[in-house]
C-alpha cells in the first residue's frame, strides 16, 4: 500500500512514516461498473485514491440530469480538498465507470497529520495548487470556447507525443457530458472534423490525419503542454 500511496501526486512527497500512518488509516474499496461510490450531499469523510478503473464525479439537476465534472483516471486523487471545510459533506456523486479498486484515506487523521506538520500542509497545498490552476483553464474552455473547440481541444490533449492514434476511454455520451456538450453536439462535431479531413473516427478509434488543422480548430497552436492530458487540465494534479 505505500507503494500506492507514493505514486499519487498529492502524496508523492510524504515521507515513510506519513505514508504508513495514511495506510493505517485507509480501506480498500472495490466497486462494479456503474456502482455508486457516494451521493452528493452525503458526509465526507474520506477521500479518494483511484488504483485502477476509471471513475465519474458528477452532479444531479432538480430534474435528475446529470452533469459530469471530471473523469478519474489511475493514480488520481479527489474529494480530497473537504477536509479544509468544518463538516463537510460531497458536493457531486462519483460511480465507477468499469470495475474499479480504490483506497480510501481518512480525513480526519489525514487533517490532523497536517496540523503537525507545516512543511507538510505546504506539500499539500502545492498539489491543490495544481488543481485549481487545471480548473481555472477548464473555466476558460467553458466560457471562452465554442463546442467544435472544446472538442478539438480534448483531442488533441488526448495525443501521445508522435502518435496520431487514439483511443476514446469514456463513452461517448459521458465525454460529451465532460465537454459540456450535448451528444448530438458532439457528433455533428466529429462528423464535421471528419469531412474537413482533420479526423478519422472508427468505433473509439480516432485518427488525427491533420494535426496542424486540429490545434488552429482548438486554438491550441502556441498552448498545448506536451504528454497526455485531458481538457481543462494542463498542469492539473495527474500523475
Known amino acids: 500500500m505505500i507503494e500506492e500511496l507514493r505514486r499519487a ?88 465507470l468499469m470495475s474499479s479498486e480504490l483506497l480510501a484515506i481518512d480525513v480526519v487523521d489525514f487533517a490532523a497529520m497536517l ?28 466560457t471562452l470556447h465554442t463546442a467544435t473547440s472544446r472538442v478539438a481541444r480534448y483531442l488533441a490533449a488526448k495525443m501521445t507525443p508522435g502518435e496520431r492514434t487514439l483511443e476514446l476511454d469514456v463513452r461517448k455520451g459521458i465525454l460529451a457530458s465532460r465537454l459540456s456538450v450535448q451528444p448530438e453536439t458532439f457528433s455533428r462535431v466529429v462528423k464535421s472534423l471528419t469531412a474537413r479531413g482533420v479526423i478519422r473516427m472508427q468505433g473509439s478509434q480516432v485518427t488525427v490525419l491533420d494535426e496542424e488543422a486540429l490545434l488552429r480548430v482548438g486554438e491550441l497552436e502556441d498552448t498545448l503542454e506536451p504528454g497526455p492530458v485531458s481538457i481543462g487540465s494542463l498542469g492539473s494534479l495527474r500523475p
Open 9 to 96: 501526486p498529492l502524496l508523492s512527497r510524504l515521507d515513510t512514516d506519513q505514508l504508513e500512518r495514511v495506510g493505517r488509516h485507509a480501506t480498500r474499496v472495490t466497486l462494479d461498473a456503474d456502482q455508486l461510490l457516494f451521493s452528493q450531499g452525503d458526509a465526507a469523510n474520506r477521500f479518494y485514491l483511484l488504483l485502477s478503473g476509471q471513475m465519474q464525479l458528477f452532479r444531479l439537476s432538480p430534474e435528475g440530469a446529470e452533469k459530469v465534472i471530471e473523469i478519474v483516471s489511475p493514480g488520481q486523487t479527489f474529494a480530497e480538498a473537504l477536509m479544509f471545510l468544518s463538516a463537510p459533506r460531497y458536493p457531486v456523486c462519483a460511480s465507477a
Open 115 to 142: 496540523r503537525e506538520s507545516v512543511d507538510t500542509c505546504f506539500v499539500v497545498l502545492g498539489a491543490l495548487s495544481q488543481r485549481l490552476r487545471g480548473l481555472i483553464g477548464e473555466i476558460d474552455d467553458l
